[in-house]
C-alpha cells in the first residue's frame, strides 16, 4: 500500500530567498515491519514515482515558481531605490519602470512611498492599487507588490530585510525543457530504523548567503545501503508539519548531481517522532534545491553528517537549463 501526503511549506524556510516553498504533491511509501529493504517496488510504486515527478516538474516551471526568481537584494536601513535606473538599490529588468518606488528601513517598519511623479500605473499592493504605507515583511502572508509581471516581496532574515523579485517573463522559465532524471532504481527504496533524540535538539543549518537557519532535529535514520550503514539526520521546516526534511549530498555532487546538496521530504516514522520505528527514504524522490535553477535563491545546506561518501545514483540530477 502506498500513502499520499501534501507537502507543507517550506523554506519560507527553504530557502531563505522565498516564503513559499515549491508546491505540490508529494507520494510517500508506507513504512514496512523490516528494516533491512523496503517492501518490493510495484508498479504501482513506479506509477506514483512517475506523477510525483512529472508534478514536480510542473511547480518548477509554474508562473510562479523558482525559474521566475530574478533578483535577491539586501536592504540596508534608511531609503532604498527600486527601479531600472542605473544605481537603484533594488534593481529591476529592462523594461520595468525607471522609478517604481522607495522602501523605507526603520527598525522593524518597513514602508513603501512614491517616488517623484507618483507609483507607476498598475503597481499594485496585495492586489488592489498602490498607496504609500508599512509593508508585512514577516509571518505566512509578506505583502506582494506587483507591476504587470513583477512581483516583489520584502522578507526578514533575522535583523535583516531582502526583497525578492520574481519575473513572469524571465527568460529562464520561457527557456525551460524538463528536468534531468536518474531511471527509477528500487535499490534506493530502503527501510531505515529510526531512533529519537531525547530530548531533540535545535541544527544550526547553514545557508548559501551565509545565514543559519536554526531548525527541530527530532532524531537519526540509520539504514543500510550496498552492505553500508548509514545515518542522515532530517529536520523539521514546520514543527506543527507531518514531514520530515533531510537536506543532504553525496558523491554524485561532484559529477551527475548538484554540487551542494539535494532534498528528500518522507513521512513520518511508523510509530511518530518520539519513540523508536521505521520510516522508509526513497532516494528516486531526491530534488534539487531552489538554488540549482536560479542565483537568486538562498538554500539550506547539509550539516556535516549529512554529506555522505557513497553515490546516491538516484532522483533528480543537475539541471541543464
Sequence with gaps: MMTRFVRPFLIALCC???????????????????PSAAAEPTSQWLQDLSLWRAQRERAVSAPDGWLTLAGLDWLKPGVNSIGAVPGSAVPLPAGSPGRLGLLTVAGKTIQLLA??????????????????????????????????????????????????????????????????????????????????????????????IGTTLNLPAPGVAEFTLDGKTLRLEPVLEDPTGRTLFFILSDSTSSTTTYQTARYLHTGLPDHGLSDPGLLTLDFN??????????????????????????PLEAGEKRYAP
Design 16 to 34: 531563505a530567498a522565498a516564503s513559499v516553498a515549491i508546491p505540490g504533491r508529494i507520494v510517500g511509501a508506507q513504512v514496512p515491519a523490516y
Design 285 to 310: 524522490r531526491l530534488e534539487n534545491p531552489p538554488c540549482a535553477y536560479t542565483p537568486y535563491a538562498n538554500c539550506p545546506q547539509p550539516p556535516d553528517q549529512n554529506r555522505l561518501d557513497v
Design 115 to 208: 517616488p517623484a511623479g507618483g507609483f507607476p500605473p498598475g503597481l499594485t499592493i496585495d492586489g488592489k492599487p498602490a498607496r504609500e504605507g508599512p509593508l508585512v515583511a514577516s509571518g505566512p502572508h509578506p505583502s506582494v507588490v506587483a507591476w504587470h509581471s513583477l512581483s516583489l516581496i520584502v522578507l526578514a532574515r533575522a535583523d535583516r530585510y531582502m526583497v525578492r523579485i520574481k519575473n513572469g517573463q524571465a527568460p529562464a522559465l520561457a527557456a525551460f525543457h524538463g528536468l534531468n532524471w536518474y531511471p527509477p532504481a528500487p535499490r534506493f527504496l530502503v527501510a531505515a530504523r529510526w531512533t529519537p533524540y531525547n530530548p531533540p535538539h535545535i541544527e544550526k543549518i547553514p545557508t548559501g
